[in-house]
Antibody, heavy 121, light 109 residues
């Protein structure tokens, strides 16, 4: 069974930093691209970043470019999101989502339960 | 990276059909056959319902179907059931990034 479990969320002051983690199990983590998607309270989904299986291709939404860094450790079956210079508008539930496990691309086929990041003074 | 446009709400009685539109541009919806749809119940993670415009993952009822014409994709839920009441989001590949729709709340009357 595919499982994605996020952790690392919490309350942080504007300008602060936070590192999110996503522990993956139930599939060959090193074979698939992974993504971070966020959802502000009461709002819609927003794609944040993606990383290819070997970390050779990394992409960011304009809203986080230069502040967030996605990475992965295939030996630890883990995905990360380093978030710096956090702003109030970064407040959201952050989901990690896989891409391609179902055999297709350009989709988010499995999702974690999410971790809440609150940026407030 | 502007969000795709969806109607805020849609509704139907049990057994009826509801169709949700998702309008983008030639840089996203119109440019690729990589439109997917997600169902989200309150407090839950999104769930993939449709991918590559019209394909259904294993386990998704065939009451859910997708299509695309030009820059607009659509999700149709036929034979509405109470458990279909949820928020629905479209998403499209946009060439090295992804864009989601604004979301549609489906109410089963």
């Amino acid at each position: 069974e595919v499982q994605l479990v996020e952790s690392g969320g919490g309350l942080v002051k504007p300008g602060g930093s936070l590192r999110l983690s996503c522990a993956a199990s139930g599939f060959t983590f090193s074979s698939y691209s992974m993504n971070w998607v966020r959802q502000a309270p009461g709002k819609g989904l927003e794609w944040v970043s993606s990383i290819s299986s070997s970390s050779s291709h990394i992409y960011y939404a304009d809203s986080v470019k230069g502040r967030f860094t996605i990475s992965r450790d295939n030996a630890k079956n883990s995905l990360y999101l380093q978030m710096n210079s956090l702003r109030a508008e970064d407040t959201a539930v952050y989901y990690c989502a896989s891409e391609g496990i179902m055999g297709a691309i350009a989709l988010f086929d499995y999702w974690g339960q999410g971790t809440l990041v609150t940026v407030s003074s | 990276q502007s969000a795709l446009t969806q109607p805020p709400s849609a509704s139907g009685s049990p057994g009826q059909s509801v169709t949700i539109s998702c309008t983008g541009t030639s840089s996203d919806v119109g440019g690729y056959n990589y439109v997917s749809w997600y169902q989200q119940h309150p407090g839950k993670a999104p769930k993939l319902m449709i991918y590559e415009v019209s394909k259904r993952p294993s386990g998704v009822p065939d009451r859910f179907s997708g299509s695309k014409s030009g820059n607009t994709a659509s999700l149709t839920v036929s034979g509405l059931q109470a458990e279909d009441e949820a928020d629905y989001y479209c998403s499209s590949y946009a060439g090295s990034n992804y864009v989601f729709g604004t979301g549609t709340k489906v109410t089963v009357l």
